[in-house]
């Protein structure tokens, strides 16, 4: 039996413009999916326990084929179930055991659909368990690489590697097409408000593929995240919290004028920017779930604790710890 865990992150700058070659940083944060992966004769069965922090918890233990019987959106459980599938295929190419069975629990800190990375963590975590439990070891750039095959099969081709790199990796990361790279930042104070909702990604990446192809204003904007992910990087390295906290401002922005955030998402945007964040955006593909803010003070997470829309507000540190084996 090993257990494995991997973290969860925010965007800081750059979602839906890497879809198209801008790069984009997500750093970890010390919200975690840890997955445990033990041998058995044949088969895979999956037990799933709390799978969100406070959304809806599944309990399931059944041949992954068959459908849990729980409350939740289909899409949700369907691509959860996906997601722990394929990245057992994955660990079985890499250790050339394609017949070896397993029983995989997978427990998550992270909030499914919500922008926070979810099913990265489980499918970095899931092929770092069951590889381990198979005698292999693979280094976190190899297991970033097949999770993201597993994303790329489970999400229809509509994934970049920002998600499934952070993940294994852990601190902050600089993605740029193929190019993936650890970055130095300095220890942000993130504070994270959730709406309870999920996005529909795949719509909400279609949704942005048209704007551009039918404006070239909304082409230009896609750029002009790309202008804002270079500045956010220079002013990491300088460790210039008030520039970052600007450039998030203006990326939230735009991502608002290419029609992804929501009524939920703004209202936590300006309820943390009122409360004196120095930063705040959404994070990932929108349409509900997280924002990301940045205050070193209690206001902001107070202060969205009483936003109208707001089921839940955390901080959540940087994680300089990316995939690992638990003891
Ligand atoms: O919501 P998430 O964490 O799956 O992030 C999606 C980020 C996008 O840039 C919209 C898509 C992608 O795969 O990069």
Redesign the pocket.
């Known amino acids: 039996m090993v257990t494995a865990s991997a973290p969860g992150k925010v965007y800081l700058f750059g ?2 413009a ?2 198209y070659g801008e790069p984009a940083v997500p750093c970890a944060i010390e919200l975690r999916a840890q997955v445990t992966a033990t041998r058995r004769d044949s088969g895979l069965r999956v037990h799933a326990g709390d799978l969100t922090i406070d959304g809806f918890t599944v309990e399931y233990e059944a041949e992954a084929s068959d459908r849990p019987d729980i409350d939740v959106e289909d899409q949700l459980v369907e691509a959860g179930i996906g997601y722990v599938n394929e990245a057992i295929e994955q660990a079985r190419d890499a250790a050339d055991a394609p017949e070896a069975g397993f029983d995989v629990t997978v427990d998550s800190q992270i909030p499914l659909g919500a ?3 979810s099913s990265a963590a489980v499918a970095v975590a899931a092929i770092k368990a069951a590889t381990r439990e198979l005698g292999v070891d693979l280094p976190p750039e190899e297991i970033a690489g097949r999770a993201y095959q597993v994303e790329h099969t489970v999400q229809d081709g ?3 590697r ?2 499934t790199f952070c993940s294994a990796m852990g601190g902050a990361v600089r993605v740029e097409g193929d190019d993936c790279r650890t970055i130095e930042a300095p220890d942000l104070p993130f504070v994270i408000g959730y709406d309870g909702g999920a ?1 529909n ?1 795949g719509a ?2 279609a949704g942005v593929r048209e704007l551009r192809e039918e404006y070239d204003f909304a082409a230009d904007t896609v750029e002009a995240i790309g202008d804002i992910v270079r500045r956010g990087e220079a002013a990491l390295a300088d460790e210039r919290v008030a520039e970052i906290g600007r450039l998030m401002n203006f990326n939230h922005g735009l991502l608002s004028a290419l029609g992804v955030s929501s009524r939920s998402l703004d209202a936590m945007v300006w309820a943390a920017r009122d409360a004196g964040a120095v930063g705040a955006k959404l994070t ?2 929108g349409g509900g779930g997280c924002i990301v803010a940045l205050d070193e003070t209690p206001e902001t997470t107070s202060a969205l604790k009483y936003t109208p829309g707001c089921e839940d507000a955390f901080r959540a540190a940087l994680d300089p710890v990316g995939v690992c084996v638990e003891d």
């Open positions: 979602e839906h890497v879809v922008g926070l990375g509509q994934a970049s920002a998600d996005g990604t909400l990446v990932g593909a």
